[in-house]
């Protein structure tokens, strides 16, 4: 063999055996990096495995093709004095490169339209979980049949120290929450999709999950988790400067465990409601307001009130001056600007305290409170 001809061979084998290499790899299971993760669903495996046929029957094929091309490029090629041969037509060939095709696909399409069957399944669910997209956060509430809805926001929990590497990142830099998602195993978990501000996809690979979330419109999805754990996600559609500070975090547990967590949260929301009707005490209110304040309030404003992306709190003249315009700026936000209206977000109590910290801290020191009952008076007008 020439020169020529081992250097064509040697071309000729590049693609095929990087093909042969990526089903290889991709076959690998779960130390694969260049696959994608059968995942933790009985869906997810279908997706998985779908995968895995079209890409083995794309591999033969592109095998096959190439390797018949190449082979006529090195053995026929006009250099070596090979006479092409002459025909008009052959039925035989045409009917069988339009059959075999043919069957090709309908052996594709069939196993896809079952599993975008099972996909777009959302009959018979036993729970259902109201998800809401804010920037630059997810709310949670969980519809029960008995109206005791659960609801609360999960916010990144990754220290700004970490964001601005002033300390070192830890193992989920930026995929760690305050609140997770808890749903039981083995279970059928509606999702009804929306967003209050902007487009936002809530995604959890592993979950077989990924729905735009959009305001105005609910979409749906659902996952039945197989297998207890925790895992994670992220907003899947770019919604503003704070993108990458959406994780999604999802805590699959026992129905046991599920029940518990359910009924220390259910508790909660009662205890919420029983302090709507108590007045706090100038500290127990400032203890409370700066919770808030390092969840809602820090990333925007600053650990001193210094500011930052917002105005500063410091020495604001709404923070220093009418408490009925701080009211309506903390609780309908500024249109127009990066200030949120947490009026949605915040209850009734924090809504009271973060204001009357405001109010209070960063030198301001304007001596007033804001109790529960003002908030809601405030609301209802």
Known sequence: MCFEAKRLLKLALGPVLMLMSVVALASGGEASQV?????????????????MIILGICTIIGVLVFGVMFYSIIYHRKSKGFKPAHFHESTKVEIAWTVVPFLILIG??????????EIYDFEDAEMDILITGYQWKWKYEYIN??????????NLRTPQSEIYNSQPKGEHYLLEVDEPVVIPVDTKVRFLVTANDVIHSWWVPELAVKKDAIPGFINEAWTRASE???FRGQCAELCGKDHGFMPIVVNVVSKAEYN????????EAAEIKELMAQ?????????????????ACLACHGA?????????IAGSPIATGDLGTHLDVGINGVPGTAMQAFGGQLNDVEMAAVITYQ???????MGDTVQPIDVYNYKKG
Do not use: C
């Not at 005791?148 to 926001?153: D, K, T």
């Not at 005490?281 to 808030?292: K, Q, S």
């Open 108 to 117: 594709m399409a069939v196993p896809a339209t079952s599993t975008l069957l």
């Open 228 to 230: 207890e754990g925790i």
């Open 359 to 365: 109010r209070n801290a960063f030198g301001n020191n």
């Open 279 to 295: 007045t706090f005490t100038m500290d127990e209110l400032m203890e409370r307001g700066e919770a808030v304040y390092a969840r």
């Open 304 to 312: 001193n009130g210094e500011g930052g992306v917002g105005k500063a």
């Open 35 to 51: 696959n994608m993760s059968p995942g933790a669903t009985q869906v997810g495996e279908r997706i998985y495995d779908l995968h």
């Open 145 to 154: 049949e008995n109206g005791e809805n659960v609801s609360f926001f999960s």
């Open 260 to 267: 518990d967590w359910l009924a220390v949260k259910q508790a």
